[in-house]
T-cell receptor, first 115, second 111 residues
Framework: GAGVSQTPSNKVTEKGKYVELRCDPI?????LYWYRQSLGQGPEFLIY????????DSGLPNDRFFAVRPEGSVSTLKIQRTERGDSAVYLC?????????????FGEGSRLTVL | GENVEQHPSTLSVQEGDSAVIKCTYS??????FPWYKQELGKRPQLIID?????GEKKDQRIAVTLNKTAKHFSLHITETQPEDSAVYFC??????????FGQGTRLTINP
């Protein structure tokens, strides 16, 4: 596609449930990032993939959060036993390895609400 | 790890005046400093960036300055227009490629 695509755009779930958020990056972009943005805050780094491997997962808040990118393209962020504090917009971004700048191209985000 | 502080959190200026947003960073190894603009309900989009081997960069009404010694960088918008109203984020990254964002500045341009 032309841009980074994220699904679902909105997800409402109950506390304790399992959630998957999907990101389809720009074709050919090798780097993929997940960020979390709470209302009125800047994007908070979660994890960064270079190809299939997680190059830096230092931002994942705890072991309830996990992300995969098995074929080096689409990525899934998985949240187990969701808590109300997980409510936020989850942003995915991709970047071309050969780009002259480090520009990240963001998706529209997945808004997660945990009731 | 890197920590980025951004000020002010809100800024209101008259149309046609200039706006300045400032950021400081903690990691002296950081070498890439982009600025993103986020309109309400939209995705963040890059508006300008600067690398550590350059002190200033300009693109039409937007400019960014970098002081590596003091570890701070600033965004300058001249001749502000209503469409400049948005939230602006600074960010910093080093060789690790992890981009750390500031808390954001909500800029309002008053007609």
């Amino acid at each position: 596609g032309a841009g980074v695509s994220q699904t679902p755009s909105n997800k409402v779930t109950e506390k304790g449930k399992y959630v998957e958020l999907r990101c389809d990056p720009i074709s050919g972009h090798t780097a993929l990032y997940w960020y979390r943005q709470s209302l009125g805050q800047g994007p908070e780094f979660l994890i960064y993939f270079q190809g299939t491997g997680a190059a830096d997962d230092s931002g994942l808040p705890n072991d309830r959060f996990f992300a995969v990118r098995p074929e080096g393209s689409v990525s899934t962020l998985k949240i187990q036993r969701t808590e109300r504090g997980d409510s936020a917009v989850y942003l995915c971004a991709s970047r071309s390895r050969g780009a002259n700048t480090g520009e990240l191209f963001f998706g529209e985000g997945s808004r997660l609400t945990v009731l | 790890g890197e920590n980025v502080e951004q000020h002010p959190s809100t800024l209101s200026v008259q149309e046609g005046d200039s706006a300045v947003i400032k950021c400081t960073y903690s990691d002296s190894a950081s070498n890439y400093f982009p600025w993103y603009k986020q309109e309400l309900g939209k995705r963040p989009q890059l508006i300008i960036d600067i690398r550590s081997n350059v002190g200033e960069k300009k693109d039409q009404r937007i400019a960014v300055t970098l002081n590596k010694t003091a570890k701070h960088f600033s965004l300058h918008i001249t001749e502000t227009q209503p469409e400049d109203s948005a939230v602006y984020f600074c960010a910093a990254s080093g060789g690790a490629q992890k981009l750390v964002f500031g808390q954001g500045t909500r800029l309002t341009i008053n007609p």
